[in-house]
């Protein structure tokens, strides 16, 4: 095999390039090794840290933990219907409104809302919600983002499990150090009949 004096020339810078990586690991200290390698992990430590604390990674919990809020297992008595409902409440922010088309008017009071939410869990035995297709936009200064999504109910009223969907739209904003809806609205039905959410 023929090999030009280029080729030899670039082997030997790579070469030498190696050689002069492992000599340089080779003449650190162990004291500068484990600062190298703290170093690495506290890069690596905040990296992690602002991924998770990220707006769009706290909205998109907080969307998931008022799902898990609106599931329902098995009977539940009245005044365990009503704490979830008041925890429902947790996630709107002061001034809330919460529409539903094609229907007139909202929900822009507390007791409605809770109201709402009672009717909508205690017209079934069990109620599971899942979401899909979400897209956020974030707002100036990333305090507010608009979040719309697929919502999956599964709910069962005592024939079996029936599902309906809804593409919702929700303004999020920051409150208190939290994320909460301002505005929360069902577009359209993607799936199934019915009356949502107590309307």
């Given at each position: 095999?023929r090999?030009?004096?280029?080729?030899?020339?670039?082997?030997?810078?790579?070469?030498?390039?190696?050689?002069?990586?492992?000599?340089?690991?080779?003449?650190?200290?162990p004291?500068?090794?484990?600062?190298?390698?703290?170093?690495?992990?506290?890069?690596?430590?905040?990296?992690?840290w602002?991924?998770?604390?990220?707006?769009?990674?706290?909205?998109?919990?907080?969307?998931?933990?008022?799902m898990?809020?609106?599931?329902?297992?098995?009977?539940?008595?009245?005044?365990a219907g009503?704490?979830?409902?008041?925890?429902?409440?947790?996630?709107?922010?002061?001034?809330?409104?919460?529409?539903?088309?094609?229907?007139?008017?909202?929900?822009?009071?507390?007791q409605?809302?809770?109201?709402?939410?009672?009717?909508?869990?205690?017209?079934?035995?069990s109620?599971?919600?899942?979401?899909s297709?979400?897209?956020?936009?974030?707002?100036?200064?990333?305090?507010?983002?608009?979040?719309?999504?697929?919502?999956?109910?599964?709910?069962d009223?005592?024939?079996?499990?029936g599902r309906?969907?809804?593409?919702?739209?929700?303004?999020?904003?920051?409150?208190?150090?939290?994320?909460?809806i301002?505005?929360?609205?069902?577009?359209?039905?993607?799936?199934?009949?019915?009356?949502?959410?107590?309307?």
């Open positions: 095999m090999f030009d004096d280029t080729d030899v020339d670039a082997r030997g810078a790579a070469n030498v390039g190696g050689w002069e990586d492992v000599v340089i690991v080779r003449n650190m200290s004291r500068s090794i484990r600062l190298a390698v703290l170093a690495v992990v506290v890069v690596a430590a905040w990296l992690g602002n991924w998770w604390r990220s707006p769009d990674r706290r909205i998109y919990r907080r969307l998931d933990a008022l898990d809020q609106l599931d329902k297992h098995g009977d539940e008595s009245a005044l009503a704490a979830t409902a008041q925890g429902v409440l947790d996630f709107f922010a002061p001034g809330f409104i919460v529409r539903a088309r094609p229907y007139e008017g909202g929900l822009s009071s507390q409605e809302l809770a109201g709402a939410v009672m009717r909508f869990r205690g017209a079934a035995r109620v599971s919600i899942d979401v297709d979400r897209q956020l936009t974030l707002g100036p200064g990333e305090r507010s983002g608009e979040l719309t999504f697929v919502a999956n109910v599964g709910m009223r005592g024939a079996g499990t309906e969907s809804w593409r919702v739209r929700s303004l999020w904003i920051e409150d208190g150090g939290e994320w909460r301002s505005e929360l609205e069902l577009l359209e039905r993607v799936e199934g009949a019915g009356t949502p959410l107590g309307f």
